[in-house]
């Protein structure tokens, strides 16, 4: 075989068998789940568990089935590195979204691609896009479903404990804590700042009880010294 050969081969796009697309109710809790994945998560996985979400990520990309990108998405499988980079990507994006700020990405060379012939058919996608990179794909899909599906969207939030705030999905609509540890430890230090007079008096007069106990009842007891701050 020829280098030219050779060479055209490998530029010729991966055909792949299209998945069932995610379904919309499914696709912005997945994206805070796909935004939290680490480099150490993907390092100490199960073997499955990377061809999973890389499966998953097709799903939702909802990739034509010619397009080049799908070389790139089957490359992830051998590359944990790439995956965290993308789920990075994300998780900046889904950030803006949680703390209600100004998002923006510089875009790079794509197309448009409009299939006049499958306009007004059943099942037939007219428009799609071509993307340049990978990373184009999953910040523009990112940003599509998060227009196109702003009630799950207004639920991607930062966890209101001040020493977690990591993103979650919302399965109450009045939801602010990622899970019940951070409600309770958020509970914990308010009840103590609410009820820190009365916890220290009901302290003393234990204090006292016992004192009076051993030595009587006429005995005066002076205040214990606390060491001034620092």
Known sequence: MTPFKKNQSAQRPITLTRPEPMPKGEIIPWLVGFAATSLQDLEHQRPGDLPNLVYDLRRWL????????NAEVAALERGAVRVQKLASCVRQLLEAVADHRRFEIRYKAGSVILDAARL??????????????????????ALDDLYENVEAALRVRRCAEESCRRLFFAARENQTYCGHRCANKMASRRYRATHGAQRAARERERYERKVRARTGAGVKIARRSHPPPG
């Not at 909802?62 to 990108?69: F, M, R, V």
């Not at 007004?120 to 899909?141: F, M, P």
């Open 62 to 69: 909802d990739l034509e089935p010619d397009e080049p990108l």
């Open 120 to 141: 007004g058919a059943e099942g037939g996608r007219a428009l799609s896009y071509r993307d340049a990179t990978l990373i184009d794909a999953v910040q523009r899909v």
